[in-house]
């Protein structure tokens, strides 16, 4: 089996995933988000860009509703035993497969828990599993619940993020020899994901961003190509993925002359970064790292030009985002607390000037300072 962790670890999270369910009082949970499955049992498939849903009973019992493609999928990565496949076909509805299932695991009248925010269960699908639920059982909202308890990472999980730090870490010391003078952003792009994946590293969860010029001030993926001129300044955001654990980065490399605007924004963006660290410490909360990135960029007079977040958990993730719960922005009351791997990004934007800046990576927090993960430090790079 392709199983990623010992089966310790997995029993491990599956009681306390009982445990909250006890004090929620739910008699089973739906999940439908690949994260979840994954934490939990091991399942890896893309397979959820259709309706599959894991039920977990309250005695820790587990079933898995899947279509036949995944069949194997589940068998060979997951600790899951008992599988159920519902049938491809016109006019298919799998929530009453769903139904049928539940009504068979003696779940008829039950306190059902289910993991409604998802890209794992469109609001289409949402709405059928509602039609066949709404009679059958109390129905509850999980969200979340799954989700938070990803948020603390054991230390065979920290093990899989430092090793993403490195593959991220590795990419972009593949990258820095192309960014200059008449580089290509293709072969920048393929020597940084090549080099994850030499590294026996995977996908990420989501495109890695890469633009220059005016580009440089977007903050996600778009299609299209061009090559660097003798001034010029590329903005990266990309992630090294190991055991689809991401590690994140971000920077703007100029190349050429720096502008006078270049050294402000840069400036400005490491002094909010080094005051997120220092705010990023069990006693604080999402919110108040979120507040020392404000402060110091209002104290630069950007305000108008950053975000309205600077960061975000991170561990296992699966299409379309690698993005993860919580994130830092104004008001979050999540308390920091040791073992969370965090990505932190200080973006700034001045689009009177068409200037970008940006400055992030991915830290491991501890009972006091957190750790950064990544080998390289905050200078500025030109090439």
Not at 82 to 110: C, E, K, Q
Not at 264 to 291: C, H, I, Q, W, Y
Not at 353 to 376: F, N, V
Request: a negative charge.
């Amino acid at each position: 089996m392709a199983l990623h962790f010992e089966r310790s670890e997995f029993d491990a999270r599956r009681d306390r995933l009982l445990i909250e369910m006890a004090e929620k009082k739910l008699d089973a949970v739906l999940l439908f988000a690949q994260e979840s499955m994954y934490w939990l049992t091991g399942y890896d498939t893309f397979g959820f860009c259709f309706f599959q849903c894991l039920v977990v009973r309250a005695d820790g019992s587990m079933v898995l509703l899947t279509r036949s493609a995944d069949l194997r999928q589940a068998r060979h990565t997951s600790t899951i035993e008992n599988i159920v496949l519902w049938t491809d076909r016109d006019g298919a509805n799998p929530a009453i497969d769903l139904r049928n299932l539940l009504n068979d695991l003696d779940l008829l009248g039950a306190r059902i828990g289910v993991e409604y925010d998802t890209h794992g269960l469109t609001a289409y699908n949402g709405r059928r599993v509602d039609e066949q639920l709404q009679t059958f059982g109390q129905i509850a909202d999980a969200s979340g619940i799954v989700g938070r308890l990803r948020l603390f990472k054991s230390p065979a999980e920290v093990a899989r993020a430092e090793k993403a730090a490195s593959l991220a870490d590795d990419a972009l010391d593949a990258a820095l020899p192309l960014i200059k003078q008449g580089g290509d952003e293709a072969l920048i792009l393929a020597a940084m994901q090549g080099a994850i994946f030499a590294g026996g590293g995977d996908y990420p969860a989501n495109e890695f961003i890469i633009g220059s010029g005016a580009d440089a001030l977007l903050c996600r993926y778009k299609a299209g190509r061009r090559k660097l001129t003798k001034n010029d300044q590329l903005t990266l955001e990309w992630a090294g993925v190991f055991h689809h654990y991401h590690a994140a980065m971000m920077r703007t490399v100029l190349t050429g002359k720096v502008s006078k605007r270049h050294q402000e924004l840069f400036d400005a963006s490491r002094a909010a970064l080094l005051a997120v660290e220092k705010a990023m410490t069990p006693g604080n909360t999402f919110g108040d790292v979120f507040d020392a990135h404000a402060r110091t960029l209002e104290a630069h007079n950007l305000t108008k030009h950053r975000l309205n977040a600077c960061g975000y958990s991170l561990g296992a993730r699966f299409t379309p985002s690698w993005m993860d719960m919580p994130m830092f922005y104004q008001g979050n009351p999540e308390p920091i607390a040791p073992n969370m791997t965090l990505f932190a990004h200080m973006i700034i934007m001045d689009s009177e000037t068409e200037t970008a800046m940006t400055l992030g990576r991915t830290y491991l927090t501890t009972e006091s300072a957190p750790k950064p993960l990544s080998r390289h430090d905050l200078d500025l790079i030109v090439q």
